[in-house]
């Protein structure tokens, strides 16, 4: 969601929360054992009621969203952050607010309600075993311990790649940087298999 300068939020789309639990009824049959939804604020550099969040507009919306999800035992997450400008009108850094929970001191995201945990299962299961096992011969073959990495999918030369934490931000098959990559049609995704409609 965009909130201007001014306070006023822009695409709450508060009409559209059937839509998203539907969406995240999808990932639930998929498999997934943890669905939640993450809902970020942006407010624009200088916005009056960052510091003040939510707004009297914002909550109504968040209120009866989180009413609808916590009863199909999903989770929800809400993120307000702000981009800050310098004298010459250029961006210098980002920030968010504090949560105001003290067991989650480390993150700025709000959680308002956590999802029940079920067990992973269907294609989501067989999509993490795929990944993992990819990870742990990627990394047999490269020679490096696992360590904390991500498994990176290039769309240019369509394979897996095993990215560790301070690896540079390209593909190591075809040295493709990964931001800025076209988005692949959905046929391209060799792991398109593990989706099934």
């Keep these: ?93 980002i920030f968010t607010l504090q949560n105001p929970f003290p067991p989650q001191p480390q993150t700025a995201a709000v959680t308002l309600w956590r999802a029940q945990r079920t067990e992973a299962k269907g294609g989501f299961l067989e999509l993490a075993q795929h990944l993992s096992a990819f990870a742990e011969s990627e990394s047999k073959l490269l020679s490096r311990p696992l360590g904390f990495v991500v498994v990176t999918y290039c769309r240019v030369c369509r394979n897996l790649c095993l990215i560790h934490k301070r690896d540079e931000a390209r593909c190591y098959r075809c040295f493709t940087p990964f931001t800025g990559q076209p988005l692949p049609a959905v046929h391209d995704i060799q792991l398109s298999k593990y989706w099934k409609k």
């Design 1 to 93: 969601m965009l909130v201007d300068a001014s306070g006023k939020p822009h695409s709450l789309k508060s009409n559209k929360t059937e839509g998203i639990v539907n969406q995240l009824k999808i990932h639930r049959k998929f498999g997934s054992p943890h669905v939640s939804l993450l809902e970020l604020y942006l407010h624009e550099a200088g916005s009056k009621t960052f510091k003040n969040f939510p707004t009297q507009e914002v909550f109504l919306v968040v209120e009866k969203r989180a009413k609808t999800l916590q009863k199909q035992l999903f989770g929800y997450q809400v993120l307000p952050f702000t981009h800050q400008k310098n004298e010459q009108s250029e961006d210098f850094g």
